[in-house]
């Protein structure tokens, strides 16, 4: 197990105008599950791959442990990797696939059977040893990688989308797979994937990147409950955070007839930059049906998603200048119809305000 770090790495590939990896600074816990989530293109695979030494870097220093692994080959920096294709040897049966590492390595015969044996034990395998990749689910397949790394015994586990090949249904599962051997292992583990939902779900703390750029690291309900700017709060969360422009008026922040109450601390924060609109950010949950009391605002029903145990209210909010539409997460059992007029209401103590020019959270 190992400290993994990156001290303002930065890469760049040929012809490009901008860094893929802009100058990330980066310290993984020993032990941790960390996941790397953005969306395409924004340097989490490239980030991954300079830990692996798959990847040149440009600039600063990765560590793991107290070794310097910038310029390491790959095969010296004691990591496995498991690949969002698998790379299984076909001609292979499981139990040589998962042991070829070890003998390449030249690990004695007995050692090597036996440390396959128990990485099957641990992912449910050992009914498969004898089966070739052909022979077996896209699920069994992955387990297979897993094991392959399992067997190693490195210092820190890589995976570079290791789900993305499965259905949603396998991919829910394997997840909590993954999540619970890894918390078993207590191996430092770097997991890349842009799906937030899955990010969320699996991390001990989660790195959010944008155009290569770290944007935000924390655990998963301090990423949801603060995210420190517009980019998080939108990318962060399913259904998505509403985000809007919203005219400061006292201590209100006011759009058509919304009237959303601003804390001290955000409005001095404001006012210091000489904003008179800011950035309101409310969560699906944070906004309730109401009569057309006191902070209630009209609002136009577009469409409802009924899931089960949530419905989804898309809505837009009624200001003939400025339309803007809303997602609110509301009862089940009394939702509204496609087309009906309501009123809803924010809750003020789940109000997010971000600066209208840099899009940093406002308020701490």
Request: proline letters at 6%.
């Amino acid at each position: 197990m190992a400290i993994v770090s990156y001290d303002k790495v930065t890469r760049t590939y040929p012809g490009a105008d901008r860094p893929a990896v802009d100058g990330l600074h980066l310290d993984i816990d020993d032990g941790e599950f960390l996941v790397l989530v953005g969306p395409s293109g924004c340097g989490k695979s490239t980030s991954l791959r300079m830990l692996a030494g798959l990847e040149d870097v440009d600039a600063g220093t990765i560590f793991i442990g107290d070794t310097d692994v910038t310029d390491l080959p790959p095969k010296d920096r004691d990591i496995a990797m498991v690949f969002q294709n698998y790379a299984l040897y076909p001609h292979m049966s499981v139990a040589d696939n998962m042991g070829f590492a070890l003998k390449i390595a030249k690990v004695p015969t007995e050692e090597r059977h036996r440390r396959v044996l128990e990485a099957a034990r641990l992912l449910d395998l050992e009914d498969y040893l004898d089966r070739k990749p052909k022979a077996l689910s896209g699920g069994q397949r992955q387990r297979v990688a897993m094991g392959r790394a399992i067997v190693r015994q490195p210092r820190v586990f890589l995976m570079d989308e290791p789900l993305s090949n499965l259905d949603a249904k396998l991919r829910v599962q394997t997840r909590t797979q993954i999540a619970s051997l890894q918390r078993r292992l207590a191996v430092t583990t770097v997991y890349v994937t842009h799906d937030q939902v899955e990010a969320m779900t699996m991390g001990d703390r989660v790195a959010v990147l944008d155009d290569g750029v770290l944007q935000q690291c924390a655990p998963p309900r301090e990423l949801y409950d603060r995210p420190a700017n517009v980019f998080v709060a939108g990318f962060i969360g399913s259904p998505r955070m509403n985000l809007g422009q919203f005219r400061l008026t006292g201590d209100v922040a006011e759009r058509g007839a919304a009237r959303v109450p601003i804390g001290r601390v955000a409005r001095h924060a404001a006012a210091a930059e000489g904003a008179t609109t800011v950035t309101v950010g409310v969560r699906p949950e944070a906004l309730e049906l109401t009569g057309s009391g006191d902070g209630a605002f009209p609002a136009e029903v577009t469409l409802v998603e009924e899931l089960g145990s949530d419905a989804y209210c898309h809505a837009v909010l009624d200001d003939p200048a400025e339309p803007m539409e809303l997602i609110a997460r509301l009862d089940p059992r009394a939702v509204p119809a496609a087309g009906q007029r309501v009123h809803l209401r924010i809750r003020p103590e789940e109000v997010h305000v971000f600066s209208p020019t840099t899009g940093d959270r406002l308020g701490g």
